[in-house]
């Protein structure tokens, strides 16, 4: 396709031919593409990740549009997957971008294939499949990254970086480290997760949508400045780890 290499010449003059070739031949799958995920998977490919496998359940639906990338108007009632994928495409339409439209579960998780991957990263809401995600993908030889709670926040400037076990100040961090303990669950390696200490109250009364799946205790109210520097800082983990590490 004609000016190709024109839309990473940016990116290129940055990181290096070296870079972006390993970039582009690395394999990264991504659990959950919603506010956070959505991003995340946007700023991958942008950035010249071409093997990208999204991983989600849902369709679009009215309370996704404040916040995730591929809801509009015009993709209500669309799988997120299908719908991203769309999206991804048009960015660079030579990208694999391999879509699986079910739950992470202990009843699929084997049928993932994690040990075939680069890189994993975990938008996962469900505390149970969280910790499940956590538990098998630390145990393969794949850079793992997980998102921690990014709902009830507002404040760009507080949003941090740490390894799972030093996260402080976030109450899903906290409930999956408890919940772990509790179950004699353990990670096979340290991992960096994106998070932040702020945590504000809703102010409205939640309407969870009917024809949602939602795996998680509550839903809260979120907001799109936060949840996109979640999933762009997630991509950015990556890419800084493809650009210090040539040798993986």
Not at 38 to 55: D, K
Not at 79 to 91: G, V, Y
Request: with cysteine.
């Amino acid at each position: 396709m004609e000016n190709m290499q024109d839309i990473f010449k940016r990116a290129r003059l940055l990181l290096g031919e070296d870079t972006m070739e390993r970039m582009a031949a690395c394999r990264v799958i991504l659990f959950g593409v919603g506010g956070v995920g959505s991003w995340c998977a946007e700023s991958l490919v942008r950035s010249g990740i071409f093997h990208l496998t999204i991983v989600d359940a849902d369709c679009v639906n009215p309370s996704n549009v404040n916040r995730q990338l591929m809801a509009t108007t015009r993709t209500l009632g669309r799988p997120k997957t299908e719908a991203l994928k769309e999206r991804l495409l048009e960015i660079n339409p030579r990208a694999d971008i391999q879509t699986r439209q079910e739950l992470f579960c202990e009843e699929t998780a084997s049928s993932f294939g994690l040990e075939n991957y680069n890189y994993i990263i975990d938008c996962i809401d469900s505390l149970k499949d969280k910790i499940l995600l956590i538990e098998l993908a630390t145990r393969t030889d794949a850079v793992f990254f997980s998102s921690m709670g990014a709902a009830l926040k507002i404040d760009p400037t507080r949003i941090r970086v740490a390894e799972f076990w030093d996260v402080h100040g976030d109450p899903l961090a906290r409930a999956l480290r408890k919940k772990m303990r509790r179950e004699g669950r353990v990670t096979a390696k340290p991992f960096l997760c994106v998070y932040s200490e702020e945590l504000l109250e809703n102010r409205g009364e939640p309407q969870a949508p009917a024809d949602e799946i939602v795996r998680k205790a509550c839903v809260n109210g979120s907001l799109v400045h936060i949840t996109a520097i979640f999933g762009n800082t997630l991509a950015g983990l990556l890419m800084q780890n493809i650009f210090t590490e040539p040798a993986r």
